[in-house]
C-alpha cells in the first residue's frame, strides 16, 4: 500500500501512529486518565496507551469498517487515513476500571487539532489560528481534556448533552447531534428526553469521562447539555442567564450586565456563578430545587431578565426581536425552555482560536478577557486553580422570590422560539414591523 505524505513529505501512516504512540511525553493520553491518577515522573503522567493499531480506518467502536475501508474498492479517488487505534482511558466508574475507545485516526484524539482536519487530508495548508496546528497544539488540547476529568465531568453528569460534531475541523459546517446512534458501546449511557414537538430521542448521558472521550473521537467539540439531570427529566435542576452583546457591543457590556444579574440574584436570596461563553457572551448558572417545570422555569428566568433590565434599559433587553434590541445587550430568557441548550462549562468552541468557555470567580469578572482562556491557557489555569465552580452543587435555590415577580408583572409572557408549538398565555409570535393592527 502506498502511503500518503503530508506537507513536509512524511508518511501520513507512519507519523500519525508516531505521534500517538509519543503520547506518554505529549500528555494526550495522559489527559484521558481518570479520576485516580497513577503516580508517575511528572503531572503528565500518562495510565493511557495505545494497544493496538489496524491498518485500515475503522468505526468509532474500534470495529473494523467495511468496503473501501478495508482496502476493497471504491468509485471514488483512494484518500488514505491514520489507521485507528485501541487507548485505553482509566480511572473510570467505577474507579480504577478502564474502557477501550477506538480511535478512528491519531488526529481524533487531538480533536481540537484542525480547521486542518479536512484541509490536511485534501493537501492544502490549513487555516491559521490555535485549532489549525497539526503538532504543537496537541498537548493543550489533551490538556482540555484532562480538565473534563473534573470540571467539565461535573458540569455534564447525568445531564442529556446534545454533541456539536466538526468531523472535518472547525471550518465545516457543524453536525448538531441530538440522538445517540443506535449501535455505539454498551457502557456508554443514554437517556430518554422529549422535544416541544412530543417526540423522543435517546441522547448522551455523561457518566464518565470515557462518554467525553469517545464523543471526541467522533469529532465533537462543543457540548451542549440540558438544564436536567437523567433522574428527572421535566425539571430542571439549573437556572441559566444567557448575556448576549449584540454586534457591535465589546465584552464589558457583558460583564456589566452580568454584575447586574448578581445583584438581581442577591436580591433574591440566589447564588450565581459565571463563566464565559467562549465567545463574547457570558453565561451565570443558578442552582435551583428541581420541583418546576420548564415552563415556570422559564417564566422565572423572564422574571429575572426584567429585572436586571429595569435596572440599566439603555444598556440590557428583553425585547425577542432583534429589531428591537438596538445597541443593547440581550437576555435570552428562551434558554430556560425545553431543549434550549448552551455550551458547558470548560467546552472548547468551535473557533480557530480555540477559545474555551471558563468558569470564573466574581472577582475575576472584573478584569477578565474572554482572549484569556483558550487550550493553550486552560490547563495551566485548572492545574492552578481547580474547578472554580466546585461549590455549585452544594446548595439548590427556590425560584419562588422570582415566580411572584412574574405574576406581579402585567407584561405577562414573552414569545418562544418558532420551533415551538403555540404556548399558553404566549402573546404574538411574529415581528412588531410586520405585525397586522388588528
Known amino acids: 500500500m502506498r502511503a500518503r505524505k503530508d506537507l513536509h513529505g512524511r508518511s501520513i501512516l507512519s507519523a500519525a501512529f508516531r505521534r500517538l504512540c509519543l503520547c506518554r511525553r505529549c500528555g494526550i493520553a495522559s489527559s484521558l486518565r481518570g479520576e485516580t491518577a497513577r503516580p508517575g515522573p511528572s503531572p503528565l503522567h500518562s495510565r493511557a496507551r495505545v494497544v493496538r493499531r489496524w491498518p485500515h480506518r475503522g468505526r468509532p467502536d474500534g470495529a473494523p469498517a467495511s468496503g473501501a475501508a478495508r482496502g476493497g474498492r471504491s468509485s471514488g479517488p483512494s484518500r ?5 487505534a485501541t487507548v485505553a482511558v482509566s480511572g473510570t466508574d467505577p474507579p480504577n476500571s478502564s474502557r477501550r475507545i477506538g480511535v478512528g485516526s491519531a488526529h481524533a484524539v487531538t480533536f481540537h487539532r484542525a480547521a486542518g482536519r479536512g484541509a490536511y487530508r485534501q493537501g492544502h495548508q490549513p487555516r491559521q489560528g490555535v485549532l489549525s ?5 496537541q498537548a493543550r488540547a489533551g490538556g482540555v481534556l484532562r480538565q473534563r476529568r473534573g470540571g467539565a465531568l461535573r458540569a455534564l453528569r447525568d445531564r442529556p448533552t446534545h454533541l456539536k460534531r466538526h ?6 459546517e457543524a453536525i448538531y447531534q441530538k440522538r445517540m446512534p443506535a449501535k455505539h458501546p454498551e457502557w456508554l449511557e443514554t437517556v430518554t428526553v422529549t422535544f416541544p414537538s412530543g417526540r423522543t430521542a435517546d441522547a448522551l448521558r455523561v457518566t464518565e469521562v470515557a462518554s467525553i472521550a469517545y464523543c471526541a473521537n467522533l469529532g465533537t467539540i462543543d457540548f451542549h447539555p440540558w438544564q436536567v439531570r437523567a433522574a428527572d427529566v421535566e425539571h430542571p435542576d439549573e437556572l441559566r442567564i444567557d448575556i448576549d452583546p449584540q ?3 465589546g465584552f464589558d457590556t457583558a460583564r ?3 454584575f447586574l444579574a448578581r445583584e438581581v440574584l442577591e436580591e433574591a436570596g440566589m447564588t450565581g456563578f459565571v463563566k464565559t461563553s467562549g465567545n463574547r457572551g457570558v453565561h451565570v448558572a443558578v442552582r435551583i430545587e428541581p420541583r418546576w417545570d420548564f415552563v415556570e422555569v422559564r417564566h422565572a428566568g423572564i422574571a429575572l431578565a426584567r429585572a436586571i433590565e429595569g435596572r440599566a434599559p439603555d444598556l440590557v433587553t428583553t425585547a425577542w426581536w432583534k429589531e428591537e434590541r438596538g445597541d443593547r445587550v440581550f437576555i435570552d430568557f428562551n434558554q430556560n425552555a425545553r431543549d434550549r441548550t448552551i455550551a458547558s462549562a470548560y467546552s472548547v468552541r468551535a473557533k480557530p482560536s480555540g477559545s474555551v468557555s471558563a468558569p470564573l470567580t466574581w472577582e475575576e469578572l472584573a478584569d477578565a478577557e474572554p482572549a484569556d482562556f483558550d487550550i493553550r491557557t486552560m490547563p495551566e489555569r485548572f492545574a492552578r486553580v481547580g474547578d472554580v465552580h466546585e461549590a455549585i452543587d452544594e446548595r439548590a435555590f427556590s425560584i419562588e422570590p422570582l415566580l411572584e415577580w412574574y405574576a406581579k408583572d402585567d407584561r405577562g409572557d414573552m414569545p418562544y422560539p418558532p420551533n415551538y408549538p403555540k404556548m399558553p398565555g404566549e402573546p404574538k409570535r411574529v415581528q412588531p414591523s410586520k405585525a397586522r393592527d388588528e
Open 80 to 84: 488514505r487515513v491514520p489507521g485507528p
Open 247 to 249: 454586534p457591535g457591543l
Open 133 to 137: 496546528g497539526a503538532r504543537r497544539h
Open 167 to 172: 468531523p472535518d475541523g472547525v471550518g465545516s
Open 256 to 258: 456589566r450586565t452580568a
